[in-house]
Each structure stands twice: as structure tokens, then as C-alpha cells.
């Protein structure tokens, strides 16, 4: 994960997640907002939240996308 993904959660007061770096900066600073505006909501519904307002090529580094067979 890029160290720019590290500090929005770091700036948030947020834990920042343990992953591969997936996903974009986008996803991040949108999950992050969501979780910002509503810290009731856990980390699964921001991402899931985020996931959905940007699909998924916006969302995942095309190299993490899957092709067609699910390889």
C-alpha cells in the first residue's frame, strides 16, 4: 500500500488496513470520507459504499482485475 493511501487514514485518526494495495487512491479517499461523516458505520460498509460509487475499474488497479475464467 502506497504511503499517500497510509496517511488519509493516518490523518483521519483511522487505523489504516493491511492489504496488497489493491485499490486505488480513489477508493481510499472516498471510503475514508464516508467513515468521516459517519463513524457509526464499520470499515466493511465504507468500502463496500465506495466500491459501488466507483465500480470496479475505478476502483481496483487493473492489475488485480480478473479476467473472464475468475484467473
Known amino acids: ?3 499517500a ?3 488519509l487514514y493516518t490523518k483521519a485518526g483511522i487505523k489504516p488496513p493491511v492489504g496488497k494495495g489493491e485499490h486505488t487512491y480513489a ?5 475514508v470520507g464516508i ?4 463513524p457509526d458505520y464499520p470499515m466493511s460498509r465504507c ?11 475505478k476502483a481496483v488497479k487493473k492489475s488485480h482485475w480478473r479476467n473472464k ?3
Open 5 to 7: 493511501i497510509m496517511a
Open 47 to 57: 468500502y463496500a459504499i465506495a466500491m459501488s460509487m466507483l465500480g470496479r475499474n
Open 35 to 38: 467513515k468521516k461523516a459517519h
Open 27 to 31: 477508493f481510499h479517499k472516498i471510503a
Open 1 to 3: 500500500m502506497s504511503k
Open 69 to 71: 475464467n475468475g484467473k
